[in-house]
């Protein structure tokens, strides 16, 4: 008869599988306007990620009105956060926030000066998303291995990774990283650069847990708004 312990270990691990989504949409937001855009959307998407460092400032009653559960991040400014917050204003709105949000996005880099509030997130049973991004380049297939080792390691529930894909070479590298999915830290792969939207149309179908969508603009060329995603999709659908 397996232990208390054991047993907590199982409950605690189909709570966690069951919180990560097998697949979604998340419509971005990372202005005032695309705030008002996602409040009045008739079919929202399944999750809409608030950019707190790009939506400043903000209260709780500002999104009220959304119909989605939310994910919550204050970038980085090395991995494109917004407004040169410091790491305690960082932690200062993803705490105020933190009640609110179904997920926290966490970068690997702030995964150890920010770990109060990543784990005071596991302690409250909300999901943990770990990511990466580099807008520059994609990396070697092997520091994405050790990278996702380490969103593991600090228990993430989705290891999120984004990077620049100019060359057919870097999608490809981006597809073998899919082939290292699991349950531990499910994996969330999308590109910037020439091979971006594409990427995000293929990756999905490729085990890609979540695709990203900004509800007005994109920030980065290769990405697709909402409304453009959709519609590809559509037409694809279609054929």
């Known amino acids: ?52 460092d790009r939506l400043l400032p903000l209260d709780e009653s500002d999104f009220g009105q959304l119909k989605s559960p939310l994910i919550i991040t204050a970038r980085h400014p090395a991995e494109g956060g917004a407004a040169n917050l410091t790491q305690s204003e960082r932690r200062d709105l993803l705490s105020k926030f933190l009640p609110h949000a179904a997920f926290i996005d966490l970068e690997l880099r702030s995964l150890s000066a920010l770990s109060e509030i990543w784990q005071e997130a596991g302690r409250k049973k909300i999901g943990r998303i770990c990511s990466f991004h580099n807008f520059n380049r994609t990396p070697e297939l092997g520091q994405f291995q050790k990278q996702r080792q380490r969103a593991v390691n600090a228990g993430a529930d ?22 290292l999915q699991s349950n531990a830290a499910r994996l969330c792969v999308m590109a ?15 085990g890609s847990v979540l695709v990203y969508a900004p509800l007005d603009r994109a920030f980065h060329d290769g990405q697709l708004t ?12 279609k054929r």
């Open 1 to 52: 008869m397996p232990s208390v312990r054991k047993r907590q270990r199982l409950k605690d691990e189909i709570a966690r599988t069951a919180r990560i989504p097998t697949s979604g949409t998340v419509g971005v937001i990372a202005s005032k306007e695309e705030l008002r855009i996602g409040q009045r959307l008739q079919a929202p998407p399944d999750f809409f990620e608030l950019r707190l």
């Open 158 to 179: 989705i290891f999120k990774i984004v990077t620049r894909a100019d060359a057919m070479e870097d999608l490809i590298t981006l597809l073998r990283v899919l082939r």
């Open 192 to 206: 910037t650069g020439k091979f971006g939207a594409i990427s995000r149309l293929l990756f999905p179908e490729c």
């Open 226 to 237: 909402l409304k453009q995603l959709r519609g590809l999709r559509h037409f694809y659908a």
